[in-house]
């Protein structure tokens, strides 16, 4: 069976790079061949999960250099990592790029992924055909759960896709309208349309 293992580079005051070269040296010797380095150190006390992610300093060259000492595993850097053009300059180091938080506060970000990377040269979808494909999945969904949605609140769906048009003009019309707790309320999927026609009045001459 396949392992992997999701690391920091060091835990509270252990900065040096030999600490994390030797625990990825011992994994290593186990079997394990692939490594998603997390380029910040783990602080165990005095910072909270969300601090943790956010205040120790990420330190990419830990992950590079780990690529170097272990040419043959597979090295896979994360942290803070936010655009295209970061991604790049990381692959030319690395294996691979994580993506955390982005992913889901700018899932949009992804859409060429495979096209960029993996040569795919199927067209990528719009946002406006993905928020109509959910449309069925959410109804389907509702009605899973009982009649008219009871035991299913629509905002369990329909909050992860507030990212969906982050950067565009009408991004906060888009989430004022999904997060509305009077629509909601009546558990109807249709507030995806109007949520959209609103995103489109405010780009008229762009495909969304």
Partial sequence: IDVTVKHRIGINDVESYDFVR??????????????????????????????NREVPPLKYDYA???????????????????????????????????????????????????????????????????ILAMLPYIRQQLQKFGENGKGLKLNSITRHMLGLTFGLVGARAFRQTLSDTKKLALNNPDILIEALQKLKAANPTMVI
């Fill in 64 to 130: 590079y250099r780990l690529k170097k000492d272990f040419p043959n595993l597979e090295i896979i850097i994360n942290g803070g990592i936010k655009t295209l053009q970061e991604i790049d300059e990381h692959l030319l180091h690395v294996d691979g790029v994580m993506l955390g938080r982005e992913a889901y506060h700018n899932p949009f970000l992804m859409t060429d992924f495979d096209a960029r990377y993996y040569g795919d040269t199927s067209i990528s979808k719009t946002r406006e055909e993905v």
């Fill in 22 to 51: 030797d625990f990825v040296g011992q994994i290593a010797d186990a079997g394990c061949k692939t490594f998603v380095v997390h380029a910040r150190n783990a602080i165990l006390k005095g910072l909270s999960p969300k601090e």
